[in-house]
């Protein structure tokens, strides 16, 4: 019974292409997230979307564009590869009325960019 | 947006041991969460303690949201508890993104 599910785990692919990652929630939570976790480990907010409305845009490229189909899915998509993309990408979700507002985490996509 | 210390960044601890970890943050927070991510890079979620102290086995925590910090308390370690510990913190209650700290790296020795 997985909570938070995201495909693929490992993507290895090379500059200048288009590649989308997939996750997945059962929590019945209205609102979901990207993180990008870089070498050094540091975990940073990319996306969020409620109810299928993007809610937070950081300062990301606009090579990645989410899509939210529904309110248990939440997808990456990322055009034009680079070097610097390389990361894990971590998808979250959360309660954000009636709380509590915990956020978990899928197991990561880790992205290598050659 | 926040500022999120983390300390020590790491520790070496024999097995057995216990340890004390500690982040503060630069402003109020609302949601406040410890991650544990382990040797294979999975975040699993330890607590989430806005205020107040838990208990969860070998594992407490105590938030003092007045005093803008947390300490995650770990005994007894084991092997199994080496990883990075996150700590991470919201300006508002839910809809918001979470801000990490830098992490603490343990790593237990047998």
């Known amino acids: 019974d997985t909570a938070v599910s995201q495909t693929p785990k490992y993507l290895v692919t090379q500059m200048g292409n288009d590649k989308s990652i997939k996750c997945e929630q059962n929590?019945?939570?209205?609102?979901m997230y990207w993180y990008k976790q870089d070498s050094k480990k540091f975990l940073k907010i990319m996306f969020s979307?409620?109810?299928?409305?993007?809610?937070i845009n950081e300062t990301v490229p606009n090579r990645f564009s989410p899509k939210s189909p529904d309110k248990a899915h939440l997808n990456l998509h990322i055009n034009s590869l680079e070097l610097g993309d390389s990361a894990v990408y971590f998808c979250?979700?959360?309660?954000?009325?009636?709380?509590?507002?915990?956020?978990?985490f899928g197991p990561g996509t880790r992205l290598t960019v050659t | 947006g926040i500022q999120v210390e983390q300390s020590p960044p790491d520790l070496i601890l024999q097995e057995g041991a216990n340890s004390t970890l500690r982040c503060n943050f630069s402003?109020?927070?609302?949601?406040l969460q410890w991650f544990h991510q382990n040797p294979w890079g999975q975040l699993i979620n330890l607590f989430y303690?806005?205020?107040g102290t838990k208990q969860n086995g070998r594992l407490s925590a105590t938030t003092v949201a007045t005093e803008r910090y947390s300490l995650l308390y770990i005994s007894s370690s084991q092997t199994t508890d080496s990883g990075v510990y996150f700590c991470?913190?919201?300006?508002?209650?839910?809809?918001?993104?979470?801000?990490f700290g830098t992490g603490t790296r343990l790593t237990i020795i047998p």
């Open positions: 402003d109020s927070v609302n949601n």
């Open positions: 979307y409620n109810n299928k409305e993007l809610i």
């Open positions: 991470a913190g919201e300006l508002y209650f839910g809809n918001e993104k979470l801000t």
């Open positions: 929590l019945g939570h209205d609102t």
């Open positions: 303690i806005p205020s």
């Open positions: 979250a979700s959360s309660r954000t009325s009636g709380g509590p507002y915990e956020q978990y």
